[in-house]
């Protein structure tokens, strides 16, 4: 069984930092892409940023310049470090990866059980 465990979030003020971590556990036998995601109270999940396998990054538009995507120092961690906080910010995020486990064809989809970011003024 494959499992994504998260770390980190909790109460910054405007302007502030935080630093997320998730880490993939369990039997598999790759991780193409790790992600963040995250979902305000009445407001659909949204991606934040992704990093590919091999590295490459992509942002959503609200969170360029402010925040960091990049694996841990194991291949199957992600890290998102949260700079310059805004109250927008506030939401629970979760963490994704697309995952092969042996003797499986495909890649799926994992989710964390998601870590409350909460930013104050």
């Known amino acids: 069984q494959v499992q994504l465990v998260e770390s ?4 910054a003020q405007a302007g502030g930092s935080l630093r997320l971590s998730c880490a993939a556990s369990g039997s598999f036998l790759r991780i193409n892409a790790m992600a963040w995601y995250r979902q305000a109270p009445g407001k659909q999940r949204e991606l934040v940023a992704r990093i590919l396998s091999e590295g490459s990054t992509n942002y959503a538009e ?7 995507i990049s694996r841990g120092g194991a291949e199957n961690t992600v890290v998102l470090t949260m700079n310059n906080l805004s109250l927008e910010d506030t939401a629970v995020y979760y963490c994704n990866a697309a995952i092969k486990r042996l003797y499986e064809a495909a890649y799926a989809d994992y989710w964390g059980q998601g870590t409350q970011v909460t930013v104050s003024s």
Not at 8 to 11: A, E, F, I, Q, T
């Open 8 to 11: 980190g979030g909790g109460l």
């Open 62 to 68: 609200f969170v360029k310049g402010r925040f960091t």
